[in-house]
């Protein structure tokens, strides 16, 4: 088939033992060794060295309070509001504050009455087994000799003067205490001639045995376990927070601002420093004490706006606040404030939910940042640690395509055979070239278009079609969903943009006529209004509501051959024919930064966590950005590009793939981490066009291409799980299964 001629058309881009010497030896030995076996050395875990894995996105600020400070990476609201902000540079350490004894989360010493009486050379064990043990029993066990050789004192294999021991699997000839470890997976306690106390090891496994405790018992708490964690904070002797800290914590969420000041003041540093009265809270090294006064003025402020004490909030602003901020523009933002018609109004206008909703939680948090986590967890550590295994090992995942979070009691594996890597159903409905495949967001209908003037709406998974939109009279070179999948837009070489209605089929808008085709569509978050990119350069970029009317017009002076949101709403990035892509602020409209590429670019698409930024290049290269701190983060290689729009995409469970269409007709799939090729499938001829990943099975995924086909690729697991949904009769439906 013949490609068109036009320039700048939308396809185009733009050792053994000794022998025992007599009778009387074997009895010695047999009770010898009756008597000690459980004193031979128990064998150590390995910790492993595996690298940490990398850190994920963390958990939002939970509604609930509890014994641990909220995230300290939670990301900034989109809008303005009365986030806290560094209102001035911050200040420097005073010169006179002497060195630090640091303080951290301490371990108790145990009295005597934790152990209880025991006889000279009991074994003093954490949890006192030698209480459970009676005397007249420790007098009369004898003390053996093993061999030549006696045990030094500091000898971790036996226990002298016949102290009581810990036996596990049955195997005790004592009565044993409930503290003692099963399974022999803990080493009992050892006690020497009753010189020393027992000790626990400093690691546990290679990890510090204070942070596994503290958040151990920081996971307990949270789980409602509060006895059992308890329990474990007293038989270990340490402590989740310091008395200062939970006092902190408690002054800030019940809003005793002139306590949480006081505490503030008598701080320490990390960084060595301490002020002459430190009191066991400590800050991190670059903390800003006046800016930590700030934000807790600033919503001691904003709670007495609410409650309509208007003389004194304005004494806070003039007194408290006014001397710790250098940024006029906030003082103004706070004294406008003073004008709210009531509370609503002030929520209203400072993005705030009042005294008695998630502003003191969120102060906390902000507030924890700047506090040492040797002092005060992050919320939920156990929790996000277990997160950011899981997200490990999926990452490490080449085959991943199951959707279910994986299990923590073995490693995480996918097998190869359920990677989607075969077509099931070949859809040939089309009568010419098929352009684009796109999935609605909640995985129920697709939607194809391309050169014989149509778009079709199939259902999922049954792939009947449901929908032929026909008023079109060019080719269709791109389509768009609306965020709840209730409306179509398609942009044709025709010139016109319409709007569809996607459950019915109806015609809902046609935008007035475009000089040239409409290359490209994406929709705002608000789902009332929609962006258009063009060839035209009077209008470009603008953009329409749903009557069809201009909102806004970026006066671009390029054209646009691709367009992409965010689905968080932020951003927006277009796609010039001059080898460019221009990142704007969809909230604010503004243009964040341009980047020229220094080739031709074929299309852009935006990952579902609205961080990465993928580019497809004419010279058969994708490029994958970090979009807020404009890093390149991978490459992939191994397709073709050509003149022609070819387009690439995100995939797979927990989009762990990329995957693009290519001159030579095969689909190339990577893992997006690594960039290795996990599959090269033949496609289409001449030429995949485009693919699209359903976002809501990780084992589905379409394509189409020059041949005028829609092909849908999967296992074969999944073709057994709908077969009956492709009897031949079905009504509207033309595809046929693939063997």
Known sequence: MSKPSVPLHPRLLATPPSKPSSLRDLVSRSKHEFEVAEQQPTARFTPSTSDDPPIPPIPQISPNTVLSAPNQDQHEPASPSLAPVDPAEPSPPSPTEPILRQVLGRRRRASNDDYGPSAPGAELTEASASRNISTSHQRTAKRRRADDTMLADNDGAATSNGASRAYSNGKSRQQTSPSSSANGTQKPAVSTNGASKPRQPETYLGHDREEVTRILIQALSDMGYHTAAQSVSRDSGYELENHTVAAFRNAVLDGAWDDAERLLTGASSSNGRQNQSSNGLMLTHDADRNLMRFWIRQQ???????????????????????????????????????????????????????????????????????ISPSVMLPEHRLAVLLHQVKESQIGMCLFHSSAESPSLYSDHVCDRRNFPSQPVIELDDHSGEVWQVVFSHDGTKLASCGGDKQVIIWDVPSFRRLHHLADHDGGVGNVAWSWDDSMLVTCSQDRFARVWNANTGALIKTLERFQEPVSSCVWAADNESFITGSLDRSRGLCQWDLDGEKVFDWATSFRVEDLTASPDGRWLVAMDDRNHIHVYNLLTRDLEYSIDLRTRLTSVSVSADSRFLLVNHQSGVA???????????????????????????????????????SEDGYINIWHKASAVTVDRLAGHQPRTNSVSWSPTDPCLFASCGDDGKVKIWSNDEWLRRHSQEFSRDSNGWHGQPMD
């Not at 904003?302 to 901020?325: D, G």
């Not at 994958?624 to 070819?646: N, P, R, W």
């Open 623 to 661: 490029e994958l950005f970090d979009l807020a701190s404009k890093e390149h983060v991978q490459t992939y290689t191994g397709h073709t590009g050509g003149m022609y729009m070819i387009r690439s995409a995100f995939g797979g469970a927990s989009e762990s793939f990329v995957l693009s269409g």
């Open 300 to 370: 001691k402020y904003l709670e007495l706006l609410e409650q309509k004490q208007t003389p004194r909030a304005l004494a806070v602003l003039r007194n408290e606040l006014t001397p710790l901020s250098q940024i006029s523009s906030r003082l103004q933002l706070l004294s406008s404030l003073l004008m709210c018609d009531g509370p609503e109004d002030l929520k209203s206008k400072a993005s705030w939910d009042g005294a008695y909703g998630q502003s003191r939680q969120v102060l906390l948090s902000q507030l924890s940042k700047s």
